[in-house]
């Protein structure tokens, strides 16, 4: 079973491409609009719950938040990659 890769690592390396993905779309298109969008606009949730986090803040505009989806998912990447040379 040498070369093959487990299960496991597809599926965070899937979730981690979506994560950068998804995070570089976000901040591409905060980047071409001239109006800046909060991330609060899209989910009426947030306007209800407060947060002394400025990560999680309500205001997080559509760069950062990008941003930190890209970070998340390169971060997963590389720890998957880690966990896989360690146990190999």
């Known amino acids: 079973m040498?070369?093959?890769t487990p299960r496991f690592?597809?599926?965070l390396y899937s979730v981690s491409a979506t994560s950068v993905a998804l995070g570089a779309l976000l901040w591409a298109r905060d980047?071409?609009?001239t109006t800046h969008k909060v991330y609060r606009d899209y989910l009426a949730a947030d306007t209800y719950s407060s947060s002394d986090w400025r990560?999680?803040?309500p205001e997080v505009p559509e760069d950062r938040l990008g941003l930190y989806l890209i970070v998340a998912g390169v971060l997963l990447a590389l720890i998957t990659r880690f966990v896989l040379t360690?146990?190999?």
Request: aromatic share 6%; no cysteine.
């Open 2 to 4: 040498a070369g093959t």
């Open 9 to 11: 690592a597809v599926a």
């Open 31 to 33: 980047r071409n609009t």
């Open 55 to 57: 990560i999680w803040t």
């Open 86 to 88: 360690r146990r190999g």
